[in-house]
């Protein structure tokens, strides 16, 4: 699991230093970057007085050797609405790699050894990630794989499409399935990885896409 060595303070205006220790899957030191954002660009800071509208853009962090540099972000508890941060784990190649939702508590001090960000989170990370670079239209619906099974699924439209991608089952078509617009991203919901039997079927996933159309695919378990 990604592992995560973490140290938070609280400072002024109800935000929170996070600085640590990153660690990949297998125990080295993640090098990379991290992308921090939230779902909305203007959150409410309810723990100053008068409340405060803010406005969060997102935010890009280097991390060489495992070291992330410290970073101020505002205490999950005093956003209105409280959403997570979403966090997302690029290598040295800019290829997305893991995702995750951080809860940053509102604490003087708070120091975890060894900790899991799905603490923080309460989502899994996903250690077994496959990238498909592209699938290219061929103007018929294509099998995402033959066999397989993943925990989530990531699907990225190129900007340069000249109509919708759909996905769906075997009966998928130009006007059949879940429309994906051009630049447009979407995914499945994640499935916890301590519910070992439910799994997306692969191979019964099926995406259309117009001649010389393409499609990036994540998926991972």
């Known amino acids: ?37 939230l779902p909305i660009a203007s959150v409410v800071n309810t723990c100053v007085t008068p409340v405060q509208v803010l406005t969060f853009r997102p935010v890009t962090i280097q991390v060489s ?20 941060y979403i966090v997302r784990f690029f290598n040295t190649q800019n290829t997305q790699l893991y995702s995750a ?3 940053v508590p509102n604490v003087s001090l708070v120091d975890l050894t060894v900790c ?61 399935g879940q429309p994906l617009l051009p630049g447009q991203q979407s995914g499945t919901p994640p499935i916890n990885t301590s519910l070992s039997a439910q799994v997306y079927d692969l191979s019964s996933i099926f995406i259309y896409a117009s001649p010389n159309d393409k499609v990036a695919i994540l998926y991972g378990n």
Not at 66 to 72: C, D, E, F, I, L
């Open 1 to 37: 699991m990604h592992k995560l060595l973490i140290l938070l303070t609280s400072a002024c205006l109800a935000q929170t230093t996070v600085t640590g220790l990153l660690q990949t899957p297998s125990g080295t030191p993640f090098s990379g970057k991290i992308l921090i954002s």
């Open 101 to 103: 939702k951080w809860r």
């Open 116 to 176: 899991d960000v799905t603490e923080l989170a309460n989502l899994p990370i996903y250690e077994a990630v496959t990238v498909l670079v592209s699938i290219t239209g061929n103007g018929a619906a294509q099998q995402l794989q033959t066999s397989g099974t993943a925990k989530f699924i990531q699907y990225q439209a190129s900007q340069n499409n000249t109509n919708p991608v759909r996905i769906g089952n075997s009966a998928t078509s130009s006007t059949f």
């Open 65 to 84: 050797g495992g070291t992330m540099p410290a970073t101020s972000l505002y205490a999950t508890p005093c956003l209105k609405p409280q959403y997570p």
